[in-house]
């Protein structure tokens, strides 16, 4: 698989795990069937995406993406769907974590 395909897997297991972040405050503690059986099932299709890109992608590199911009996905989810405004602290902290993927990303051995 190309690094090109395995990017694109790789952005789809960030959906699937802000996705499953959303859904896991929406199940209440787990109290809510529904809610929580999605997060369940979201968070099992995101390892599944992940396992297929490190094939292809260092393990490091594929994590240290994927954490870092399902952070940042989800604080935007936080701000659109619970209304929860980051502070200034918080903005800084977003900025480092983007910095650090892209870091990762161009200057990192992706091979």
Do not use: H, W
Not at 17 to 34: D, E, H, V
Request: overall charge positive; proline content about 3%; some cysteine.
């Amino acid at each position: 698989m190309s690094n090109t395909v395995a990017y694109i897997i790789l952005l789809m297991a960030v959906v699937l795990g802000t996705a499953a972040n959303g859904l896991a405050k929406s199940a209440n503690g787990f109290t809510l069937f529904i809610p929580s059986l999605l997060t369940a099932l979201t968070i099992v299709g995101c390892m599944f995406t992940l396992s297929i890109v490190m094939k292809t992608i260092p393990v490091g590199i594929t994590y240290a993406s994927f954490a870092g911009l399902c952070i940042i996905a989800t604080t935007v989810v936080g701000i659109f769907r619970f209304n929860q405004m980051p502070d200034f602290y918080t903005i800084i902290g977003l900025i480092l974590i983007i910095s650090g993927v892209i870091i990762v990303n161009l200057l990192g051995k992706t091979e």
